[in-house]
């Protein structure tokens, strides 16, 4: 691309007002910046091989393109975080992307959770866990589940649904190494309870219980599901030219409507002369005013987090790191279950995915903590959560 006069950096002196993204294995700098690496590789380099194998046998890698999945979704995530900053500095950016980095960052808290156990002189785990102890995978009828009981609430939610027998009252199995102790029983009853139902309803009725559990579909069951059907997740469109199938819709909203596929791809040279005609001029002028010295995007927005567990926490802290004031919004109570997953007040999980913010333990039970939280609403910008369906609308 340097040879061409289109690296990165001549771009932007170019035209100033590009956002510029270079994604490549190990960046634009740096010792390794001239390796190529697989998804093999990189798995193992940014720390998600740690947990997954036993040494003397062959590695168990992620399926399909996970590191360049990954890598992908902040590309992504930078190039809009740079486009926010051009609305109010005029310039644009080169954005130097490292896959690795980007998957250090952003797996499973393989990379924290192994640092901690490094940093505690302790044997990391080698083992070949099938499903794992945490997310479990049942047979039902005709299918499979996968189950997830962190929280001391939905440990109770199940053993609700089992019956409530005397000898799971014990208050120590509301933690989840409690539990491990009964796992092997647990894991019977639960089997045989599942069994008697298909993977659908199972799912059903311990969403309904406040247990999270997802049937694991097939590929035509996905097309079927009365869940995707109901939130319209795939749309029948032409994929290439002259075949028509369902097709992803894109996977988040802005204002109501799906932000995903538009139009298939298009065959070489088929939109040549549209662009000659000026398809997609720029006609942004080249900002005239000095660049502005470095500053963080987000800087002056404040996000209220109440995140649970992964997705709505990792959110949150892209938003703190990039400069935004997030407080993370908790109660003795009902903490984020991934703080507590280990039976401390403090998981290497949690810490990685709450770093760069600030905490708030509030007692949302009592009048004058939801009047304490309608204030701080009134002066926040964003809010997030990953919490089950309601939670928000009861708070």
């Given at each position: 691309?340097?040879?061409?006069?289109?690296?990165?950096?001549?771009?932007?002196?170019?035209?100033?007002?590009?956002v510029v993204l270079s994604i490549s294995d190990f960046g634009q700098t740096g010792?390794?910046?001239?390796?190529?690496?697989?998804?093999?590789?990189?798995?193992?380099?940014?720390?998600?091989?740690?947990?997954?194998?036993?040494?003397?046998?062959?590695?168990?890698?992620?399926?399909?393109?996970?590191?360049?999945?990954?890598?992908?979704?902040?590309?992504?995530?930078?190039?809009?975080?740079?486009?926010?900053?051009?609305?109010?500095?005029?310039?644009?950016?080169?954005?130097?992307?490292?896959?690795?980095?980007?998957?250090?960052?952003?797996?499973?808290?393989?990379?924290?959770?192994?640092?901690?156990?490094?940093?505690?002189?302790?044997?990391?785990?080698?083992?070949?866990f099938g499903s794992g102890p945490m997310y479990r995978i049942f047979p039902c009828?005709?299918?499979?589940?996968?189950?997830?009981?962190?929280?001391?609430?939905?440990?109770?939610?199940?053993?609700?649904?089992?019956?409530?027998?005397?000898?799971?009252?014990?208050?120590?199995?509301?933690?989840?190494?409690g539990r491990m102790e009964i796992a092997e029983a647990l894991n019977v009853m639960?089997?045989?309870?599942?069994?008697?139902?298909?993977?659908?309803?199972?799912?059903?009725?311990?969403?309904?219980?406040?247990?999270?559990?997802?049937?694991?579909?097939?590929?035509?069951?996905?097309?079927?599901?009365?869940?995707?059907?109901?939130?319209?997740?795939?749309?029948?469109?032409?994929?290439?030219?002259?075949?028509?199938?369902?097709?992803?819709?894109?996977?988040?909203?802005?204002?109501?409507?799906?932000?995903?596929?538009?139009?298939?791809?298009?065959?070489?040279?088929?939109?040549?002369?549209?662009?000659?005609?000026?398809?997609?001029?720029?006609?942004?002028?080249?900002?005239?005013?000095?660049?502005?010295?470095?500053?963080?995007?987000?800087?002056?927005?404040?996000?209220?987090?109440?995140?649970?567990?992964?997705?709505?926490?990792?959110?949150?802290?892209?938003?703190?790191?990039?400069?935004?004031?997030?407080?993370?919004?908790?109660?003795?109570?009902?903490?984020?279950?991934?703080?507590?997953?280990?039976?401390?007040?403090?998981?290497?999980?949690?810490?990685?995915?709450?770093?760069?913010?600030?905490?708030?333990?509030?007692?949302?039970?009592?009048?004058?903590?939801?009047?304490?939280?309608?204030?701080?609403?009134?002066?926040?910008?964003?809010?997030?959560?990953?919490?089950?369906?309601?939670?928000?609308?009861?708070?």
């Amino acid at each position: 691309m340097a040879a061409l006069g289109l690296d990165p950096k001549t771009l932007s002196e170019r035209f100033p007002h590009l956002v510029v993204l270079s994604i490549s294995d190990f960046g634009q700098t740096g010792p390794y910046r001239d390796w190529v690496a697989t998804d093999a590789t990189m798995c193992s380099v940014s720390g998600m091989q740690f947990k997954a194998g036993v040494q003397g046998r062959e590695p168990l890698l992620t399926p399909g393109a996970m590191v360049y999945d990954i890598a992908g979704v902040m590309g992504a995530f930078a190039a809009m975080t740079a486009l926010y900053q051009r609305e109010r500095t005029g310039y644009g950016q080169t954005i130097d992307l490292s896959v690795l980095e980007a998957v250090a960052q952003q797996t499973d808290w393989s990379f924290s959770n192994g640092s901690m156990t490094d940093a505690k002189l302790q044997e990391a785990p080698q083992t070949r866990f099938g499903s794992g102890p945490m997310y479990r995978i049942f047979p039902c009828k005709g299918g499979f589940v996968r189950l997830v009981i962190l929280s001391p609430r939905q440990w109770q939610a199940m053993r609700a649904w089992l019956g409530e027998p005397e000898y799971l009252q014990d208050k120590k199995y509301e933690s989840f190494l409690g539990r491990m102790e009964i796992a092997e029983a647990l894991n019977v009853m639960i089997g045989d309870l599942f069994a008697t139902m298909t993977h659908e309803e199972v799912a059903f009725e311990a969403q309904k219980r406040g247990i999270v559990c997802t049937p694991v579909l097939a590929p035509g069951e996905v097309l079927e599901n009365v869940h995707f059907r109901s939130r319209k997740t795939f749309v029948d469109a032409e994929y290439a030219r002259g075949e028509r199938g369902p097709v992803p819709a894109g996977f988040f909203e802005i204002d109501r409507e799906r932000q995903g596929f538009r139009t298939r791809a298009p065959e070489k040279g088929e939109h040549s002369a549209r662009i000659a005609a000026g398809l997609w001029p720029d006609v942004r002028p080249k900002p005239v005013h000095p660049r502005p010295a470095p500053s963080r995007p987000f800087e002056n927005l404040r996000l209220l987090d109440f995140g649970i567990g992964g997705v709505g926490v990792e959110a949150a802290r892209l938003f703190a790191e990039y400069g935004a004031d997030v407080i993370k919004i908790e109660s003795k109570t009902y903490p984020d279950f991934i703080r507590t997953v280990m039976s401390t007040p403090l998981s290497g999980s949690f810490a990685s995915s709450s770093r760069s913010k600030r905490g708030l333990g509030i007692n949302l039970k009592t009048d004058e903590g939801k009047r304490l939280l309608h204030e701080l609403a009134r002066h926040a910008d964003i809010v997030t959560e990953n919490g089950s369906t309601g939670t928000m609308d009861s708070l």
